[in-house]
């Protein structure tokens, strides 16, 4: 059976556009402009995900979110502006899945449509997970206790390395941009350099992957940064 997808979205050519792309991906979708309907169609039970639009007329994104969340968990991802930081950060606090940010490539919003469904199934095949550890290889980061371990052996991580580190492995498999990096580990606020991100990559390489030679944090060009096993 097809995964069946809602979009929420009132500008006409994005939702058209993402509509296309998850077809061709084989996912049957349907879309709605008004935040009204949304809001019902999200809390009919038929979808396995939701895009949501958070400028909506009728009712706003972060409220359908609000309201959706005291009937029902499916997966939620946000589509933000760019500028609306205060959205983002109460669509998370809201309990929305994911995040990403217009405009965006659709390799990436695919990546995460995958991701959640990924998590979703992974939760619940085994609802006691055994601890919350992210790995890649030999690596392995517990974030409950700050530590971080390549076969057996500690990495010492300044607090800013460990959130790129585990904002990488998070994603694992998934190409991060400089500037998704950017508001995840430094914040929306940032107003710093930006190549901050390259200069705390290198960091966690000298760490990691050239003190145990191996190529974990991968570079690809004009893109970003990927954790990925050899
Ligand atoms: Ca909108």
Redesign the pocket.
Known sequence: MATKILVV???EKIARFIELELEYEGYQVEKVADGRQGLDMALSGGFDLVLL????PGLNGVEILRRIRKGSDVPVIMLTARDAVMDKVSGLDMGADDYITKPFAIEELLARIRLCLRKRAAGAAEPEETGNALTCGALVLHPERHEVAYDGTPVELTSREFALLQTLLENKNIVLGRDTLLERVWGYDYMGETNVVDVYIRYLRSKIDDKFDVKLIKTVRGVGYVVREE
């Open positions: 979205e009132d500008e639009d958070i400028m909506l």
